[in-house]
């Protein structure tokens, strides 16, 4: 059983950033800048209050905050520090009413440490769920599209005081119009979108997702001052599989639309000598493919790279030959396994010539 | 001669969309399909009035407004017809005003028709002037943003109902940037309104009378040609221009560079000026003419081509090998020749750091 979490204090930063890193499987960037940033913004205002989505008014007005671009750029592009506050304020102003709450887009990667940051320095709460269980590469592939909840109004902001509020027709060109914007911003802007009543929140999130990635985060750590490799562990608490162990023989990646697009192959070590696995990613890892083509697992189920001695997570960007690694598997969340979701994040709306099965038929 | 413009009617628009695609010196879009929308708004009783410059009340709330995109699309993917509206919209409750007048950033080309149709839809007067005397590339171009307007919050409308609204930028050149970006998602075309300006300002910084200047222009060509008298010759005298050579076009040579469409065209002069040769530089709108490979005029004075016949004008997308043009330099206004407009209008912006501009007048 996960420990619903009620507070996160600074000490918990470094399991959050863990757990992010991990249901970012391969992609949503490194946490470490929002945890940086958290990590001050808490030693200035103290510990941030996580609230079950239940204990919510019908009416609270709940703010999802995020950072929107490439990955790779935010760390070298290092955000000013207020931009994301800037894009609160501006959405808060537009809708004529403050934020009751904050939420998370996007459970894995940099978005999982940012919103705690805008809501340490806020003074808000924080919701305990999110838009996608995981990490996805647009804004629209989340729960929230799916129950009617438009990205729109949004407001967007960047270092160099550039500020804009996006009002689009769906959510598919919100993420369109977005990108453009990002690319044009340099490579990363923060977000503010998808506002939602309480009871719209209710009924659209995902749940849990902020206790899911700190006890992620807890038993990596524990099992890697234990000198275990956490995989065991991760695999008996989530439900999860461990699909392929190997050495990365060959990546091939490429930046293709603002996305990092490609394959790598993994030759099996000890148990798994003889066979390969070949995984194909999209910033995140989408399809895991065995020796003889047929899939292992497949988006939104999660697939994640872990190292083989520390269990550290490994993404998409810095995965690299000879690394020695553990393809592990997770169910998703239920949502995405309905028509809608799969129609949002399923491997077809990939570019997978192929029908969504579950992790768990795939490995019976 | 029209004394004072006080309304534009049916009978206006033909005169004024030659007027201005003249004014356009080879771009700013072509202004028939706005024009073909102004005579739908007409027709269903809507009107255009038209504020002389002069009497604008200072303290009111003025919007430029027009299409943004690559003329060429325009065309093609014909506008819904509300685009400049529903972005007029935005920015008044962005701003939470009520706008008084509309104006127009560029005479030159179609914009000089989207404030007209967005003036009929909205019951709106549009005022007798624009930002520019003629047509630009860039918005940043445009005398609001040279003399100290900034152009943000603006806000721009797609045919889908999409409304991005641009809150802050740090100056009107990365407003543009972003613009360009977020047109090209449009389907790069769109409708774009700009921060409400002051009367007081309006009047200081528009180019005066430009609606009335283009509408004489279309009538003393439509005219001339009805008469059999010299199109060419008139258009001159009308506007204190200069023939600068008959010729015809020997060398053409245009591409598509980041957006805009880029080239040149070498002439080989006839009549009167049979002994020289003539080369004009154009980045969507015609830049600089030379006479022997000497510079003559150039930007911001306006380089007009006209098909040497009819006296009409001649967009950089229509011409052609062969074709018989008449080439001719009009004075820009002196609010786009100050020492502030040469910086963002002037031949070094266009990448021209070799070019000093003199005023047509003078060479």
């Not at chain 1, 998808?194 to 995902?206: C, H, N, R, S, V």
């Not at chain 2, 040609?225 to 010299?230: I, K, L, M, P, Y």
Request: charged residues 25%; negative net charge.
């Amino acid at each position: 059983m996960m420990e619903q979490i009620k507070t996160i204090t600074r000490a918990d930063m470094a399991d959050v950033a863990l757990g992010g890193a991990f249901l970012g499987t391969g992609g949503g960037g490194d946490p470490y800048i929002g945890r940086l940033m958290a990590e001050q913004a808490i030693d200035a205002n103290g510990p941030v209050t996580v609230l079950d989505v239940e204990d919510i008014d019908d009416d609270a007005l709940i703010v999802p905050v995020a950072m929107m671009g490439a990955p790779t750029v935010m760390l070298e592009k290092l955000p000013r520090g207020d931009e994301a506050i800037a894009a609160l304020r501006s959405l808060e102003s537009v809708l004529g009413r403050k934020a009751t709450a904050i939420f998370c887009i996007e459970a894995g990667g940099l978005n999982s440490t940012i919103p705690i940051a805008v809501a340490a320095t806020a003074g808000l709460p924080i919701i305990d769920g999110d838009g996608m269980g995981r990490a996805f590469p647009e804004l629209q592939m989340v729960s929230m599209t799916m129950f009617g909840v438009h990205a729109c109004p949004m407001a967007m902001a960047d270092e160099k005081g550039n500020a804009l509020v996006l009002n689009t027709v769906d959510n598919l060109s919100t993420e369109k119009f977005a990108r453009v914007i990002t690319v044009e911003m340099g490579g990363a802007g923060m977000i503010a979108l998808y506002p939602m009543t309480g009871a719209q929140a209710k009924e659209a999130i995902l749940r849990g997702s902020l206790s899911l990635i700190t006890n992620i985060g807890r038993i990596i750590g524990s099992e890697q001052k234990a000198n275990r490799n956490p995989a065991d562990k991760l695999a008996t608490n989530l439900n999860g599989m461990r699909l392929f162990e190997g050495r990365v023989t060959d990546v091939d990646r490429r930046t293709e639309g603002g996305f990092a697009r490609g394959q790598a192959t993994i030759e099996g070590l000890d148990a798994y000598q003889g066979g390969s696995m070949t995984l194909r990613f999209q910033n995140e890892f989408l399809m895991a493919e065995r020796q003889d083509g047929t899939p292992s697992a497949m988006t939104p189920d999660l697939i994640c790279l872990l190292d083989l001695e520390t269990g550290q997570p490994i993404t998409t960007e810095t995965m690299a030959y000879g690394y020695r690694v553990i393809v592990f598997g997770l169910p998703c969340d239920p949502k995405w396994r309905t028509d809608a979701g799969l129609a949002l994040v399923g491997p077809r709306y990939f570019g997978y010539d192929i029908d969504y099965q579950t992790i768990e038929n795939l490995n019976m | 001669m029209t004394d004072v413009l006080r309304e534009v009617t049916d009978a206006d628009l033909d005169a004024i969309e030659i007027g201005a695609a003249i004014l356009g010196t080879g771009g700013g879009g072509n202004p028939y399909i706005g024009k073909l929308r102004c005579r739908e708004e007409l027709k269903k009783g809507n009107r255009i009035p038209v504020i002389p410059l002069a009497e604008v009340p200072d303290d009111w709330l003025v919007v430029s407004l027009g299409g943004i995109g690559a003329p060429v699309v325009g065309v093609e993917k014909i506008e819904e017809g509300e685009e400049c509206l529903r972005a007029l919209r935005a920015v008044e409750k962005e701003m939470d005003v009520k706008v008084d007048a509309l104006i127009s950033a560029e005479i030159g080309g179609a914009n000089s028709m989207e404030p007209m149709l967005t003036a009929a839809q909205a019951g709106l007067p549009v005022i007798d002037g624009d930002g520019m005397g003629r047509a630009f590339p860039e918005m940043q171009m445009c005398t609001w943003s040279i003399y100290g307007h900034r152009e943000a919050p603006a806000a721009m409308a797609d045919e889908k109902g999409s409304i991005v609204v641009i809150r802050d930028t740090p100056d009107d050149v990365w407003l543009e940037r972003i613009a360009r970006a977020v047109v090209v998602t449009m389907g790069a075309a769109a409708g774009l309104a700009t921060q409400p300006m002051r009367g007081d300002f309006v009047k200081r910084a528009a180019v005066p009378s430009t609606i009335t200047q283009a509408l004489n222009l279309g009538r003393a060509v439509l005219l001339a040609n009805e008469n059999n008298t010299d199109p060419v010759q008139t258009v001159i005298d009308q506007e204190n221009g200069k023939l600068l050579m008959t010729g015809k076009i020997v060398d053409l040579e245009r591409h598509l560079k980041g957006g805009f469409s880029v080239g040149h065209i070498s002439l080989e002069g006839f009549g009167a000026f049979e002994r020289d040769t003539g080369r004009i530089d154009l980045q969507n709108e015609f830049l600089v003419f030379r006479r022997n490979d000497i510079v003559e005029v150039c930007v911001p004075d306006l380089v007009v081509v006209l098909d040497s016949d009819t006296g009409l004008p001649i967009t950089t997308e229509m011409l052609r090998y062969g074709q018989r043009i008449a080439v001719l330099g009009l004075p820009a206004h002196k609010l786009m020749r100050s020492a502030e407009a040469l910086r963002v209008v002037g031949p070094a912006a266009f990448g021209y750091d070799d070019i000093t501009f003199v005023p047509m007048e003078g060479t």
